[in-house]
């Protein structure tokens, strides 16, 4: 088959996500063949080019007008900040001939914005493929696998913690962008938002949900790169996210994501509770859609354990998965599964339209004081 | 001074908590007599008697109001099943010349009785204690003074793992009582209405909360001493408690408290973060009014650690603290400070029904769906 001819929006030559997770993964598959770039600008587009010496003949774009005219693009890949999604994926979803859409999660920044951007999709009847690339992590697949056989009896309950690095105390020019909580770029949508949809992929969809959000920095330190206080920015999303509700499935989950970095060794750590083991995932990064939880079984030695605690105690072991080499990994798996290929999962705008009601029922929650439901 | 003499309900040849915790103390403190005893029966009183080899004179009673009768008592004692306070306290404070009361936590069944038994008490003029006993708890003492004395700076949450070892898989006849919720002896209001009032005496009490109940397992196995089943009993009880909220003085606190045991190592977990360090308290059981967790202070090494995790990893070290010896240490703490002396503190029937008001906010929280405050 021929490859899937892609135009890219946001491989940039001074390095970005997408340099260092899509490329190196679709510049070995036979599957896709990046055809068109799309930058600031075309001479910056060019750069990347040269830069990362993409093979055959590569359109450079300064526009997403432009892209969106090239016939010899069949799929636009948006990879840039939040903020811009809404209007290249639009302009990309009224393509002369029509287009598939890659984007990175968030789909979008609000949910009425990534409702229209599902509709139009839906209405042009293309295929859509969104990065909650969480779900393609081997630790979280060998858990919903395990959840699914019931191996863990029904489930009583789950928690996970998390840090989300972004919103410690300090913050760096590249991620200013991430403060104003209308560019919906910040720890409740990006890592807890990454996090949730993994609990959520293992063990279904809350049935209803209530939330404690705080913005306890409102002000951070803007610092250059060798770390020297600059000036003090204004931030209004929150930096501590609290979620706490019922599985549809049964049993209660409970998510806490902090900013910052943690110091008490938490930055990820998530156990599943059932009635007859328990599994625990670690990492040292909140960031789970990137960095690859350990994955442990835990079991009761002996029917005797439950009572009181009495006799010895559980027995853990670590569930062995693969490994990722480097940022790629997930993200390959997800373009493998766009074509049919592989053990991922392709992870549409319906699927992600699910997680940003998930986040607008967080919010709701959080201003309101009631407990919401997003299905 | 003379010590004061004490009515005791609840110390039983056959062991009790009272035996444990209570009388070891007792026994060996110049403060307090134990003048009488009501069990079930005088015979029983007397069998405890003997069984304890109680010094002086101890007159033995099979009823209550025979107790509250006797000029030779200053102060009742009740330890018994929670149920049965009600009825006692009711007695204690309707005694011909007034006596102090001590009850075991919970105060009351539910919040109605405790709010009676408490306007008794102030119309009597009596003086109270309850054995909310995790408050003297040296390393929640400890937690405490660390907070207030701003080593943590701001707080920015708070996060509390645990599991109550009741609401298992398995129940045994003698805890049998605490299945029907409308005893006001289970999982919310003992294992985890004890840890959370020592949450809230360390970082004050909520604003407001929220919180999700499950009763996860609607049957339980009754075994005998063996583990072997005899029957099915059915629980109405909870066995899951979720509850979050924001903190009066600031921060956003999540509590999870599981029925049986953990078999992922968390049976206590519990970190508090500030803008300037964390606290992590653990121990091997959730009944944290009884067992003493450790204490850890953790720091950033340098503040090059805040952005982004780059450097060198937090540290982490111990905080020293006493060990208790026995059951009879945190309850000790509080016959002491009833007559003013050591460390600890008295917890009066008014602090106690700032916890039961909590409790009924969470149990209104769960039933209706709407954030509560309770002060």
Redesign the interface.
């Known amino acids: 088959m021929a490859p899937i001819r892609l135009g890219v929006v946001g491989l940039s030559a001074e390095g970005s996500w997408a340099s260092r997770s899509h490329l190196p993964h679709l510049l070995q598959s036979d599957d896709y063949a990046i055809t068109a770039l799309q930058n600031s600008s075309a001479e910056a587009a060019s750069r990347a080019v040269a830069k990362y010496q993409l093979p055959g003949k590569v359109a450079c774009y300064g526009s997403i007008s432009e892209l969106v005219d090239d016939a010899n693009v069949d799929m636009v890949v948006v990879s840039v900040k939040v903020p811009h999604h809404y209007e290249l994926l639009k302009a990309a979803l009224a393509a002369p001939t029509k287009k598939d859409v890659f984007v990175e999660w968030p789909l979008a920044a609000n949910l009425r914005e990534a409702e229209e951007l599902t509709g139009l999709a839906a209405a042009r009847g293309v295929r859509t493929m969104v990065g909650l690339q969480a779900r393609q992590n081997p630790s979280i697949r060998r858990a919903r696998e395990l959840v699914a056989s019931g191996a863990l009896g029904?489930i009583?309950?789950t928690?996970m913690?998390g840090n989300g690095?972004?919103f410690?105390?300090?913050v760096?020019s590249d991620l200013l962008y991430m403060l104003p909580i209308e560019h919906g770029a910040n720890l409740l949508t990006i890592p807890a938002g990454h996090a949730i949809d993994a609990l959520c992929y293992v063990l279904g969809e809350f049935k209803?949900l209530?939330?404690?959000?705080?913005n306890?920095?409102p002000e951070l330190s803007l610092?250059d790169s060798d770390?020297n206080h600059v000036r003090s920015v204004a931030k209004s999303a929150h930096?501590?996210v609290?979620v706490?509700?019922?599985l549809l499935r049964?049993?209660?989950a409970?998510v806490?994501y902090?900013?910052?970095?943690?110091?008490?060794?938490?930055?990820f750590y998530w156990?599943i509770?059932g009635?007859k083991?328990?599994l625990?995932l670690e990492a040292d990064?909140g960031h789970v859609q990137m960095f690859h939880p350990t994955l442990k079984l835990?079991?009761?030695p002996s029917?005797?354990?439950?009572?009181?605690?009495s006799g010895p105690g559980?027995k853990?072991e670590e569930v062995l998965v693969d490994k990722a080499a480097n940022l790629s990994y997930n993200v390959g798996l997800a373009w493998d599964a766009f074509v049919d290929k592989g053990p991922g999962s392709v992870t549409t705008f319906e699927d992600a339209l699910v997680r940003h009601r998930m986040i607008d029922a967080i919010y709701k929650s959080n201003e309101t004081?009631?407990?919401q439901s997003y299905l």
């Open positions: 029904d009583l309950g928690t913690l690095l972004v410690g105390p300090q760096t209803h209530h939330a404690t959000l705080a306890n920095r610092v770390g930096d501590y609290a706490e509700g019922t049964g049993g209660v409970s806490v902090q900013g910052g970095s943690s110091l008490t060794g938490k930055d156990e509770n009635s083991a328990s625990i990064s835990a079991t009761p029917s005797s354990h439950s009572v009181y605690g559980p853990v004081g009631t407990r």
